[in-house]
């Protein structure tokens, strides 16, 4: 089994400049520790335990980053009722201008007024966004959200949406409703997080049918979420053919597991080198704005979208 510290050693040998993360999760501390003790009493909540991997400083945790080879990263905070969103893209703005490492983020909320600060943080910098339609308990379609997800689409600015019914089904989780979102905005650059599980297969026919949403790969194919939502065996071997549509997520460090068991995940589905090289980097590097950081020279060349 992978280690922590071997990780690095699985990039280098793809001669690739590192690993290229899309989501991970910096959160302001009173609300981070709201967001571990919830995952403290999991077992409450979703019938198993969720204990926290890496409980570490903020200094600490960006550190370890570092070591894994994710030099950049989101931060991805969202919110789970009306009125938060704005503060929260206040305070990930502020992170990101301390933290050189960190790629400016941002988030929204189904509610009046969303566009205006959507719109603020567009113009502040924002370069990638989140949504989890489970926790905020919003319709994706909501009409107040129609103009949001058009300012997205038109500016190419990536949403990394959580609309997976996992682990608990929601009012709005599932493919459609967010595919009504994308038939309406077909050029939007949405990621879908956790390749939509349990949804695994009706997630990636989205993935095949709009060219710009993608699926990241946090959780999947673990033990721990394999537990309850393993990938069926025909949705990866979908997954081989389209290295272009999967993306490195881990979900760090809010994850019950050592950083390496996701890249243990991947490696075990023997997909090849190439797909590794475009999974773990150039797809990620893409959306976070490193694509010139070091691309392989034997990396042929992203098909067209």
Known sequence: MLTDEQVPDVWRALGL??????????????????????????????????????????????????????????????????????????????????????????????????????????????????????????DPSDDVLDPVWGLLADAGIPVVVHCGSGPLPGRFTGPGPIEVVLARHRKLAAVIAHAGAPEYAEHLALAERYPNVRLDTTMVGTPYLSRFAPVPADVIARYRELPHKLVLGTDFPNIPYSYAQQIQSLLEWECGDDWLRQVLWHNGAELLGLTGAGEHPDQDEKESE
């Open 17 to 138: 400049p590192g690993l290229a993360d899309v989501h991970v999760h910096f959160l302001p501390p009173r609300m981070l520790d709201k967001v571990w003790h919830f995952f403290d009493e999991a077992d409450k909540h979703y019938g198993l335990p969720w204990p926290i991997h890496y409980k570490r400083s903020e200094d600490e945790r960006i550190a370890l980053l570092a070591g894994f080879g994710v030099t950049r990263f989101p931060t991805l905070a969202y919110p789970h009722k009306p009125g938060m969103a704005a503060w929260l893209n206040d305070w990930c703005a502020g992170f990101a201008a301390k933290h050189p490492q960190a790629v400016h983020s941002a988030t929204f909320f189904a509610e009046p007024g969303a566009e205006r600060y959507v719109a603020g943080a567009v113009e502040s910098g924002a370069k990638i966004f989140k949504v989890h339609v489970q926790v905020g308990e919003f």
